[in-house]
């Protein structure tokens, strides 16, 4: 994949109507403050187009990317943000739900989990979530860079674990410092574009 533009089109609040796109959307779902906002910046080569932070909360809307006039990158508002109000909380869950289950053009989920921790109770709701609504998640364990290499292989196995993922599914460690496991999102991203 070669990136040679990328723009933000829609951004969605908790009360937007969910745009009618007509090219193919793929998204980025985890717990707040995971990376989810960093992967999407590191998949298109931009420093900060989408919005990061070390505090958790940051994205409270659905940013639709524009790649190429080809496809749109869908960052998602994290879950299990302790800090927001339980109805903040809930509305936000409808939304994400509204938008996983009602997006005629949603072609792939990807599922964040962060490498240092064994996936939480919200993260195996989200995966079954997917799967139950038909998805074959892509995990990314992001963050690669804050453990040792030999715990690595160790990791990924709690992840799979945890989330009682399937034999087959794809669980791929990133960094968003060093960009390690890019080429590989890029490689899944044209497969998944060519389909
Ligand atoms: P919300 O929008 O709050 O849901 O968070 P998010 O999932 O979009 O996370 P974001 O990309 O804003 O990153 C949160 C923090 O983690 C920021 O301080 C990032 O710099 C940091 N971060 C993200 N990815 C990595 C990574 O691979 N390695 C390291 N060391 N830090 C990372
Ligand atoms: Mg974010």
Redesign the pocket.
């Not at 992001?142 to 804050?146: F, G, P, S």
């Given at each position: 994949m070669v990136i040679k533009s990328v723009q933000l089109e829609t951004v969605c609040g908790i009360t937007s109507k969910l745009p009618d796109n007509i090219l193919p959307e793929i998204a980025f779902a985890?717990k707040?403050?995971?990376?989810?906002?960093?992967l999407i910046n590191g998949i298109m080569n931009r420093k900060s187009l989408a919005r990061?932070?070390?505090q958790?909360?940051?994205?409270q809307t659905i940013n639709f990317y524009n790649v190429n006039e080809v496809f749109y990158l869908v960052d998602l508002?994290?879950y299990g943000?302790a800090k927001a109000n339980q109805e903040v909380k809930a509305q936000w869950g409808k939304m994400i739900e509204r938008y996983l289950h009602s997006s005629k053009q949603l072609k792939a989920v990807f599922l964040?989990i962060d490498i240092r921790h064994d996936p939480s109770a919200n993260d195996k709701q989200m995966y079954q979530w997917m799967r139950h609504y038909g998805f074959d998640p892509i995990i990314i364990a992001?963050?690669?860079?804050?453990i040792n290499r030999s715990q690595i292989q160790k990791q990924l196995k709690a992840i799979r674990v945890g989330l009682e993922a399937q034999k087959d599914t794809i669980i791929i460690p990133?960094?968003?410092?060093s960009k390690q496991g890019r080429e590989e999102i890029y490689d899944l991203l044209d497969s998944i574009l060519s389909e």
């Open positions: 985890g707040s403050n995971v990376g989810k906002s960093s990061t932070s070390s958790p909360g940051k994205t508002p994290g943000y964040l992001t963050k690669l860079d804050k990133y960094s968003s410092l």
